[in-house]
């Protein structure tokens, strides 16, 4: 028999739980209690005959904090808990269930009918609201009874549901002045620890406070300040940077830059690799590039990089292709996670220097591309899949001038007469 159920609510947690608002949520920062709320909400709508869907912000999350959590709360309360792995629904008997879902694959909601109450967590990341509300606006059709929209999130610079938020407030019923120091369940080691980790003044701001900032902020790799107003004439020499998409799904980018900026910015969805060498032998013999550096994460780019090796001599140097992995260490593996951070870092000390992007996919590329300070001090930037979730698709082309950018003037060298020989086979087919 299932036991008396007594959920101690925190006063903000209760008012929203008895909030007659349709659609209400809590924007908030970190450690307010915003997950222990939207778990045992969702818990009580099952074991009433509700059915619902639970977004989670990825499928890892999903895995490893919301069904164990919301599994445990369900056994505790003394329900047989069943989940249907295949189908993404628990249920605990009756005609209560709960449909779950990540916003990686958020479009599979649409085959769920009849629901009561959509829950959102860490909101924030989730696709822009148009995107996420034409996906899930069907799953409510024939739903008997009065529907439900509830949010938890905390604020997330550059993120369409902080314009979303700010815009529906006070109209819509959210919850957005309370902290963790309003959770006394949160230790206060815990809450020490939290705050050690959030070391920039305006992610306190955001993280802890939940404070919904501007878009410019000292944790963007690039403000909209930085960029240059007027390109400076030519100078320096040419790299290219070479962006592999692998499977095709998003396109392949080629950028040449010298010193001033952008020369030319190819692309292609066509993933052959004797075509991409193509691209890249004429915009090496176009401007006399004398370094290539090219994306091998995942092993997309080994072809082409193979292709490039040695294949190239440009005014007496070697032309040398750089493999790069952006996972790979950084040169300065004490400041930076990765390759990649390191990069973007790079480019950002060049666009301060009058690098000039005359591309307006990349400036928006570019000003959604944040960082964060992990445990260990080391600078790393915010994963591309939550990028692609804000503007709706991948940063390529930033991706490209970063790497056109990277490790410059550090490999050319003299041509000897056999790389000469080489080059020269290479670039006949041989």
């Known amino acids: 028999m299932p036991k008396q159920i007594n959920i101690d609510f925190l006063p903000h947690q209760l008012r929203l739980f008895q909030s007659d608002e349709r659609i209400k949520g809590l924007y908030c920062g970190r450690g307010a209690g915003k997950s222990y709320l939207m778990i045992k909400s969702s818990a009580l709508d099952i074991i009433q005959g509700k ?83 034409s996906a899930v606006a069907p799953c409510m059709r024939d739903s008997g009874g009065r529907t439900e929209l509830i949010f938890a999130s905390t604020p997330k610079k550059g993120s369409e549901w902080d314009k979303w938020v700010k815009s529906k407030t006070p109209t819509k019923y959210v ?25 920039d003044p305006n992610f306190y701001r955001q993280e802890i406070l939940g404070e919904i900032l501007d878009d410019d902020l000292e944790f963007c790799v690039v403000r909209t300040d930085d960029f240059p107003k007027v390109k400076q004439p030519r100078h320096g020499f040419v790299s290219i940077g070479c962006d592999c998409a692998g499977t095709g799904r998003d396109d392949f980018h080629f950028i040449a830059v010298d010193d001033s900026g952008i020369i030319e910015d190819v692309e292609t969805n066509l993933a052959d690799t004797h075509h991409q060498f193509s691209i890249v032998r004429n915009l090496v013999h176009k401007y006399g590039a004398r370094q290539i550096n090219i994306d091998i994460t995942g092993g997309f780019g080994n072809g082409l990089y193979d292709m490039c090796n040695r294949a190239f001599i440009v ?51 570019l000003k959604h591309t944040t960082y964060d300070v992990t445990s260990g001090g080391k600078i790393q930037l915010v994963k591309k899949d939550e990028i692609k979730a804000l503007i709706g698709r991948s940063p390529d082309t930033a991706d490209a001038i970063a790497l056109a950018v990277y490790k410059r003037g550090e490999v050319s060298k003299h041509a000897d007469a056999g790389a000469v020989a080489s080059a020269f086979l290479r670039a006949f087919g041989h």
Not at 81 to 95: A, D, M, P, R
Not at 178 to 184: H, I
Not at 336 to 365: P, Q, T, W
């Open 51 to 133: 059915r619902i869907i639970y977004f989670c912000q990825t499928n890892n999350v999903m895995e490893t904090q919301f069904l164990p959590f919301i599994k445990e709360t369900l056994v505790e309360w003394g329900y047989d808990v069943k989940v249907n792995e295949k189908k993404h629904v628990i249920s605990v008997g009756g005609k209560g269930c709960l449909f779950y879902y990540s916003y990686e694959n958020y479009e599979n909601s649409r085959g769920a009918t009849k629901i009561l109450k959509i829950y959102f967590d860490e909101v924030a990341l989730a696709p822009k609201p148009a995107l996420l509300f």
């Open 315 to 365: 005014d007496g140097y070697e032309v040398d292709a750089v493999g790069t992995n952006f996972g790979q260490s950084a040169e300065d593996n004490k400041a930076y996670a990765n390759a990649r951070a390191e990069m973007y870092f790079r480019l950002g000390e060049c666009i301060r220097g009058g690098f000039f992007v005359d591309s307006e996919k990349a400036r928006e590329e």
């Open 175 to 199: 919850i957005m002045d309370v902290t963790m120091d309003d959770n006394p369940k949160a230790t206060e080691e815990e809450k020490r620890l939290i705050k050690d980790l959030v070391s």
